[in-house]
């Protein structure tokens, strides 16, 4: 059975702190996408990982193939950062399956 | 990159009537999805919309309740037939621009209330 898992479900941190958001799934994958999505639903593409860690601004997510988790960090976190974490895996196939996202909050 | 645009942005509407969303890409894409985001929940897939052919539908989605038109390599359209209120829903167009998993791009999203 193809599961994506997130934790935690919910968040919230100081402005400056940093942030963790962890993705665990069940069975191999080929790909793992972070998405970020805004309160009016947009979704933004942050990173595609297959291995390793890859870093953009503020943002750094890491893949440990493995022990099959992935983890999203956001280092001197912003209110500006306060949106949905969703994280999405390809099984075999086309098919991507998401996880349920994790909302953060970040209070000035 | 694909910039994607979606029609409308949001709507309200009437239980029993239908909505199409457009989707529209800047640049031709090999495919072309349609995911559902109900309040709460994670997206799910609806239908894979092909060119010049029928939309492949995931189980518990039907061509009678979701039609999808394809008729280029650039635009799309998912119509919401019959809604009622579980019809409500963030409908979110998505594409891949080649056979490479890296590249599937996100729409900004239909925000559909029905009442």
Redesign the interface.
């Known amino acids: 059975k193809n599961e994506v898992e997130q934790s935690p479900q919910n968040l919230t941190a100081q402005e400056g702190e940093f942030i963790t958001i962890n993705c665990s799934y069940s069975v191999g994958i080929?790909?793992l996408?972070w998405?970020q999505q805004h309160p009016?639903?947009?979704?933004?593409?942050l990173f595609?990982l297959s291995s390793g860690k890859k870093k953009h601004g503020r943002l750094i997510a890491t893949i440990n193939i493995q022990e099959k988790h992935s983890s999203l960090h956001i280092t001197a976190s912003h209110p500006r950062d306060s949106a949905v974490y969703?994280c999405?895996v390809?099984f075999t196939g086309?098919?991507?399956y998401?996880?349920?996202?994790t909302s953060l909050t970040v209070i000035p | 990159s694909a910039v994607i645009s979606q029609k409308p942005?949001r709507d309200i509407c009437q239980r029993g009537t239908s909505l199409t969303i457009q989707c529209q890409v800047d640049s031709q894409v090999t495919?072309m999805f349609w995911y559902r985001?109900q309040p709460g929940?994670?997206?799910?897939?609806i239908a894979?919309a092909n060119q010049g052919s029928e939309a492949t539908y995931?189980s518990g989605f039907v061509i009678d309740k979701f039609p999808i038109s394809r008729p280029n390599l650039t635009f799309s359209t998912l119509t919401v037939s019959n809604m009622s209120p579980e019809d409500s829903s963030?409908y979110?167009c998505s594409v891949?621009r080649s056979t490479k998993?890296?590249e599937?791009?996100?729409?900004?999203?239909?925000?559909l209330t029905v009442t």
């Open positions: 080929s790909a996408h998405l009016g639903g947009g979704i933004v593409s595609m969703i999405a390809r086309n098919q991507f998401f996880g349920t996202g | 942005s495919m985001q929940q994670s997206l799910t897939l894979t995931e963030i979110l891949e998993f890296d599937q791009y996100f729409g900004p999203g239909t925000r």
